[in-house]
């Protein structure tokens, strides 16, 4: 008996790269390019329609960014893996993209060998990081971390307090976290009864002293 191919959805805002991509995939036995999109809510948009089995997700992207795309993604259509594919390899996208649900991640100039290896293995189910990004997340975990700031907020009210530090407002919050505007703004009423502040200033003060925004 035939298996079904591994079928992938590419999204990716550069034109070139994204092309090149599906060329790449199309050539290789076992795997179907099912969808494109050129942003984050297009990658949601065609993840609902097609059903991929793997999503293979920038991080920069216009409209939705990938990281809000995997968080989606992971909870709309909990059958998909999701694969970040990025220039990018700092140590908070790492963890923001892990967090949202990525199975993979890789970098952007990473060998067709290792692509294929790391497609293939989220659509069995596998975790998958490039040499770069292991070293960088063992690293990471290998060194102490500083206790949390803020430790009686819950975790979602802390990357709300993040994002609000770092100038975002709530619609921006909502579209980075997959959430609705409301959610952010109960969030962000919370935030202020538990810290005892009154404004979105005094938020934004408080936060970077106690090193969010950064």
Known sequence: MTESPIRVLIADDHPVVRGGLAALLRTLPGIEVVAEA????????????????VVILD???????????????????PSAGVLVLTMFDEDALIAEALAAGARGYLLKGAEPEEI?????AVAAGAAILSPQVAAR?????????PAQAFPH????EHEVLDLIARGLANHAIADRLGIAA?????????????????????????????????
């Open 38 to 53: 050129a942003d984050g809510a297009g990658a949601v948009r065609e993840a609902l329609l097609t059903r991929p089995d």
């Open 59 to 77: 991080l920069r992207m216009p409209v939705l960014d990938g990281v809000g795309a995997a968080r989606r993604i992971t909870a709309d259509v």
């Open 116 to 120: 294929e290896r790391a497609v293939r």
């Open 137 to 145: 997340v063992l690293g990471r975990a290998s060194t102490p971390q």
């Open 153 to 156: 907020l819950t975790s979602r």
């Open 182 to 214: 409301k959610t952010v703004g109960n969030h962000v009423s919370a935030i202020f009864a538990k810290t005892g502040v009154a404004t979105r200033a005094e938020a934004i003060v408080l936060a970077r002293d106690g090193g969010l925004g950064a």
